[in-house]
């Protein structure tokens, strides 16, 4: 369905390109901000121009953070477990992990996995940045990597290739449990669960 306005048409073709953002929806998010005055939807613009001009990712871990904070505060404090570094396929699932409270140690966010039928390699995801990083790893006393990708074909395939390049760096590596049901995604598990998966980890 289209309406007679070229502008809220091209609005609503631009929210739904988001993911997860249906036609309807994004009918309605039009229509909302239609209805919105001038200079809320002045805030939200801006919102969205800011945070293409201010984040970055961090030069170290990789998640995203602001311009003047690299590397990130997850980096930099003095209360997180250097030891142990869990690796990540999105912001979105390390956000999940910090949210239970109970994961203490340092992040690798990859920005991706595997997906030869995507057309993504090794190449296109942050592993060469997690071998440097780990090449320098004296200083960061690194013992440990808890690889907690999603179940998916592509989370597997992505976890058994990083372990057969992290098994001679001679550190331990090793999985989160199971309790994450096949096919779902980090991010919208509870923090119970994700508790238990990071406690119950395995090695591989």
Known sequence: MYYTSAALDALIDEFAKLPGIGRKTAQRLAMYILQEPRVEAEKLAGALLEVKDKVIRCSVCQNITDIGTDPCIVCTSKSRDRSIICVVESPVDMLAFEKTGYYKGLYHVLHGVISPLDGVGPDDIKVRELLS????????????????????????????????????????????????????????????????????????
């Open 133 to 204: 990083r780990l090449s320098q790893r004296e200083p960061l006393e690194v013992k440990e990597i808890v690889l907690a990708l999603n179940p998916t074909i592509e989370g597997e395939t992505t976890a058994l290739y990083l372990t057969k390049l992290l098994k001679p760096l001679g550190i331990h590596v090793s999985k989160i449990a199971r309790g994450i049901p096949v096919g779902a995604e980090l991010e919208f598990i509870d923090d119970a669960t994700l508790s238990r998966a990071m406690e119950g980890r395995t090695a591989v």
